[in-house]
């Protein structure tokens, strides 16, 4: 029939030419740009801009030297930090010797009271020299450091060991004669609390 040939409307192809323009021009200008700062970070890096770099020159690089931590407690200057071993049995009954010798220091340090006057030793040479001839074993250990004397004490810490064993413990004795054991801290506190 004749409606079969009527000629189709023909349909409009779209015109994309605009859409490719626009996208063209955009990734132009974004490539154009990034061109541009390209060339201006070599130019400042390699050419004459560098100025600023040359007149602050960034140091270089050196690896940091960290010292070693001060210790926890640095030992007071009339206490010492060497550490004695105290585990194995021969020390210990070495320690039982020890601890025996600081008796006598305080029977010495008694028997210099009563023999002048009910005045302590008023320094160490004085006490070393009273004992000379009667403990010359306790004379050289406290010549070697080994014990500390406390001079002009009537009552208190008369003598201790100067350094700890590896348990951080000091034997002492005091003006009554009782030989006991004390931390490095306890011995400090309870010299700072004895007067003359």
Excluded: C
């Amino acid at each position: 029939m004749a409606t079969d040939r009527l000629p189709r409307k023909k349909r409009k192809q779209r015109d994309n030419t605009l859409l490719y323009i626009i996208l063209g021009g955009v990734g132009g200008v974004v490539l154009l740009a990034a061109l541009i700062f390209g060339i201006v970070m070599i130019a400042m890096n390699w050419g004459g801009g560098n100025e600023q770099a040359k007149a602050n020159p960034q140091p270089k690089f050196e690896p940091r030297v960290v010292p070693p931590p001060p210790p926890d407690n640095p030992p007071p200057k009339d206490i010492g930090g060497k550490k004695r071993d105290s585990t194995n049995l021969r020390l210990r009954a070495e320690r039982t010797a020890r601890l025996n010798e600081m008796r006598q220091i305080a029977t010495f340090y008694q028997d210099y009271r009563s023999i002048n006057g009910d005045r302590p030793p008023p320094t160490v040479d004085a006490f070393v020299k009273y004992i000379a001839r009667d403990a010359p074993e306790i004379k050289k250990a406290i010549e070697e450091d080994y014990y500390k004397i406390v001079p002009n004490v009537r009552s208190g810490i008369v003598a201790y060991e100067f350094d700890p064993d590896t348990r951080g413990m000091h034997g002492m004795v005091d003006s009554g004669g009782s030989v006991r054991e004390m931390t490095t801290q306890e011995l400090l506190d309870a010299l700072k609390q004895q007067t003359p």
